[in-house]
T-cell receptor, first 114, second 109 residues
Framework: GAGVSQSPRYKVAKRGQDVALRCDPI?????LFWYQQALGQGPEFLTYFQNEAQLDKSGLPSDRFFAERPEGSVSTLKIQRTQQEDSAVYLC????????????FGDGTRLSIL | GQNIDQPTEMTATEGAIVQINCTYQTSGFNGLFWYQQHAGEAPTFLSYNVLDGLEEKGRFSSFLSRSKGYSYLLLKELQMKDSASYLC??????????FGAGTTVTVRA
């Protein structure tokens, strides 16, 4: 596709439910990133993939958060046993190689936990 | 750790110039990115500085001083569509972006 595509655009879940957020990066982009953006704040780094390898997951807030990119293209961010503080916009970005290159962002998934 | 500071809000008149300052303290610093983000939309890439000095790209220019840990984004000939949040982001370890909280720029007619 022309840009980074994320789905769903909006997700509402009850506390305790599991959610899965999908990211389709720009075709051919090796690097993929997930960020969490709270209202009025800048994006916070969660995790980084180069192809299918997850090279950095230092930003994941807890072991309830899990990300995968099994074939080096589409990625899924999964949050288990959601809590109210997980409410945020989750942004996905991709770049051609990742090394000091611009990251191209999707529109994000707005997650609301009731 | 990373510390990125930028003003919360700025207001300017259509046709004017606005300068958004950003200071950073980043270990393993590689370079400095600027992104624009309209409400509810994706951040979009504006500029990247790796060397000291000024980079000009149309109405937008960005400056970096590595020794001072300082950058600015200069927006010239402001248009109403420039009303948005502007995010300063320091790159480290060749791939990791640490963002500031963003500066909301409001352009008035």
């Amino acid at each position: 596709g022309a840009g980074v595509s994320q789905s769903p655009r909006y997700k509402v879940a009850k506390r305790g439910q599991d959610v899965a957020l999908r990211c389709d990066p720009i075709s051919g982009h090796v690097s993929l990133f997930w960020y969490q953006q709270a209202l009025g704040q800048g994006p916070e780094f969660l995790t980084y993939f180069q192809n299918e390898a997850q090279l950095d997951k230092s930003g994941l807030p807890s072991d309830r958060f899990f990300a995968e990119r099994p074939e080096g293209s589409v990625s899924t961010l999964k949050i288990q046993r959601t809590q109210q503080e997980d409410s945020a916009v989750y942004l996905c970005a991709s770049s051609l190689t990742g090394f000091n290159q611009p990251q191209h962002f999707g529109d994000g998934t707005r997650l609301s936990i009731l | 750790g990373q510390n990125i500071d930028q003003p919360t809000e700025m207001t300017a008149t259509e046709g004017a110039i606005v300068q958004i300052n950003c200071t950073y303290q980043t270990s393993g610093f590689n370079g400095l990115f600027w992104y624009q983000q309209h409400a509810g939309e994706a951040p979009t890439f504006l500029s990247y500085n790796v060397l000291d000095g000024l980079e000009e790209k149309g109405r937008f220019s960005s400056f970096l001083s590595r020794s001072k840990g300082y950058s600015y984004l200069l927006l010239k000939e402001l248009q109403m569509k420039d009303s948005a949040s502007y995010l300063c982001a320091a790159s480290s370890n060749d791939y990791k972006l640490s963002f500031g909280a963003g500066t909301t720029v409001t352009v008035r007619a």
